[in-house]
């Protein structure tokens, strides 16, 4: 258990049951879950670059004023992934991370443009992620798949590109599931990206758009209508829409709730203003999650311990929680039932000690 991330009003028994318990992760970023080790490790090797290698030093640097400055510290992570190794370095190590919670399968969102764009080959950066990939499932049994996302803010090159490299069988890597949008939302909107999202899903990938984050509802409408979202990353802000909730829970639409990352980015003002009680209290399947954990001073484990907390959940409640994730992922029926099973027969052996 890390210690810092121990919430004082969680039991520590709590803690310690969800630090065991078998887990699927489905949105959570992977420049975005770069260890302070490896960021500092990646910063020694750019020294030009003005990310600390300090892992003190980075505590304040992941401390973000606005959703916009927290964009602008990301891009400064993002341009320490220079090469193929970095990349395979940084995805093997990211699975480690997972692997220690007890992650057993986790969707990875991945910005492949953000790369090509930097100049890496999109061949070797596709064979570093497979590679990562191969080597995780061997040596930590933690399966990883891939979620392609159009950085929307870079405009309509972004999604060309995205597109591309998400549908040419020559380039497209194996672990790819699904397709998403993510960056600012403020002027950046959702419609404009149907065609993009369109030939994803025809070429047989998910759609799982970032909305509702840092706008209103209508932006998880248009996800919805336009980009046929089948999960809404966040969705936060559908709470202030009743007809949306029920849409969402009738439809059993998925919300990807990340709290500490709506805390971090100044998205939400606190925890206990965090809408996720209203979004279980109106039906909606609900998915815990921890979105970029080491830039929000966070972990999955710990996103699990703020919903045991917000939502007053018991060991029973965690167990229904991270099954909740199991059906909302992109897993195949047997992949599903063989991690739902590991998370009964660990839940009933807590229980029965
Ligand atoms: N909470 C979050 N909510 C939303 N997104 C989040 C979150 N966390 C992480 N991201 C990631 O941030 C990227 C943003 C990258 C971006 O805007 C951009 C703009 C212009 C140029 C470039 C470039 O690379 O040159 C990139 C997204 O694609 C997404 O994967
Ligand atoms: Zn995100």
Same mark, same amino acid.
């Not at 020294?47 to 300090?54: A, I």
């Not at 950085?151 to 405009?155: L, T, Y």
């Not at 909107?189 to 990206?193: A, D, L, V």
């Given at each position: 258990m890390t210690e810092h991330l121990v919430d004082p009003d969680v039991p520590r028994d709590l803690h310690a049951f969800i630090a065991g318990l078998p887990k699927a992760e489905l949105h959570v970023h992977h420049v975005g879950s770069a260890s302070p080790r490896i960021v500092s490790e990646l910063a020694a090797r750019h @020294? %030009?670059?003005?990310? @600390?290698? %300090?892992p003190e030093a980075l505590v304040d640097f992941f401390t973000f004023t606005d959703f916009a400055h927290f964009i602008d510290v990301y891009l400064s992570v993002v341009d320490l992934i220079r090469t193929p190794e970095d990349v395979r370095l940084l995805t093997y190590e990211v699975a480690r991370d997972m692997a220690r919670q007890q992650v057993r399968y986790a969707e990875l969102t991945i910005t492949p443009f953000s790369s090509t764009r930097r100049g890496i080959d999109e061949g070797a950066f596709m064979d570093a992620i497979e590679d990562a990939r191969k080597a995780a499932e061997a040596e930590f049994g933690t399966v990883l798949r891939w979620c392609f996302d159009i950085?929307?803010?870079?405009?309509l090159e972004s999604a060309e590109e995205t597109v591309r490299l998400a549908t040419d069988d020559r380039v497209r890597p194996e672990g790819l599931v699904s397709f998403g949008l993510g960056g600012p939302e403020i002027g950046v909107?959702? @419609?404009?990206?149907k065609p993009y999202f369109d030939q994803a899903i025809a070429a047989g990938l998910h759609s799982v758009p970032h909305a509702g984050e840092t706008t209103g509802p209508q932006t998880v409408w248009d996800a919805l209508t336009d980009l046929r979202a089948e999960r809404i990353g966040h969705g936060t802000s559908s709470a202030r829409d009743p007809r949306l909730l029920a849409h969402l829970a009738e439809r059993r639409i998925p919300l990807e709730v990340c709290p500490t990352s709506n805390i971090a980015t100044r998205a939400v003002r606190s925890l206990d203003e965090h809408p996720i009680k209203e979004f279980t209290r109106a039906g909606v399947l609900v998915t815990i999650n921890s979105d970029d954990p080491p830039m929000f001073g966070t972990d999955l484990n710990n996103e699990y311990a703020v919903a045991a907390r917000l939502l007053g959940l018991d060991e029973r409640g965690l167990a229904d929680l991270a099954k909740n994730a199991v059906e909302a992922s992109f897993l195949d029926a047997p992949g599903k039932t063989r991690i739902r099973d590991e998370i009964d027969a660990y839940t009933a052996k807590w229980l029965a000690a």
């Open positions: @020294p %030009d670059s003005k990310v @600390p290698t %300090d950085p929307g803010e870079a405009g909107g959702r @419609p404009q990206f």
